[in-house]
T-cell receptor
Framework: NAGVTQTPKFRILKIGQSMTLQCAQD?????MYWYRQDPGMGLKLIYY???????DKGEVPNGYNVSRSTTEDFPLRLELAAPSQTSVYFC???????????????FGPGTRLTVL | GNSVTQMEGPVTLSEEAFLTINCTYT??????LFWYVQYPGEGLQLLLK?????DKGSNKGFEATYRKETTSFHLEKGSVQVSDSAVYFC???????????FGQGTELSVKP
């Protein structure tokens, strides 16, 4: 199992550009999450999904969009990049043990995004 | 609302020293509590967790006890190693969606 994978590792964008951060997991997890981590701060939840076709906003959704067309993939879209979106972005997933959802999230390695 | 507060870092210790990183929380209901660790250049990994009052989570020599009366989940290790140098995050999970609320993280640096 590769676990949770994210691409790209690094990216520099100009203000107003758009991009998609990719996230995939091969653990057949229903729940997936996107967080951002700003320097000296904890992670803040951007969006999450409880299964294919279902997404919902987290604490800081403005400026982002997500989709969940498959169980494996959960891309995060930035439409009009702004300097305030400079951050490290982490994707995570959560699955089940038997018939019960566990409360453990598995994180990807992150994408470091700079908007200039 | 729900929140997590951790002691500020960075924390610098010598090898074999005793470690405590304080964590307190505010939450309605009965959240699950976690410690995640982030090694340089990597994503977060679950270190330990506790799901109810008085539970003790432990892993790799680290321990934390869920104290409902003091709303705390302090991380301890009796003898730290250089390889423990990382950022440690306290977090709580507060509903069926399993969403996590994180503290701001505490950077630990262990010197030989």
């Amino acid at each position: 199992n590769a676990g949770v994978t994210q691409t790209p590792k690094f990216r520099i964008l100009k203000i107003g550009q758009s991009m998609t951060l990719q996230c995939a997991q091969d653990m057949n997890h229903n729940y997936m999450y996107w967080y951002r981590q700003d320097p000296g701060m904890g992670l803040k939840l951007i969006y999450y999904s409880v299964g294919a076709g279902i997404t919902d906003k987290g604490e800081v959704p403005n400026g982002y969009n997500v989709s969940r067309s498959t169980t494996e993939d959960f891309p995060l879209r930035l439409e009009l990049a702004a300097p305030s979106q400079t951050s490290v972005y982490f994707c995570a997933s959560r699955g089940t043990q038997g018939h019960t959802h566990t409360d453990t999230q598995y994180f990807g390695p992150g994408t470091r995004l700079t908007v200039l | 609302g729900n929140s997590v507060t951790q002691m500020e870092g960075p924390v610098t210790l010598s090898e074999e020293a005793f470690l405590t990183i304080n964590c307190t929380y505010t939450a309605t209901g009965y959240p699950s509590l976690f410690w995640y660790v982030q090694y340089p250049g990597e994503g977060l990994q679950l270190l330990l967790k506790a799901t109810k009052a008085d539970d003790k989570g432990s892993n790799k020599g680290f321990e934390a006890t869920y104290r409902k009366e003091t709303t705390s989940f302090h991380l301890e290790k009796g003898s730290v190693q250089v390889s423990d140098s990382a950022v440690y995050f306290c977090a709580l999970s507060y509903n069926q969606g399993g969403k996590l609320i994180f503290g701001q993280g505490t950077e630990l640096s262990v010197k030989p």
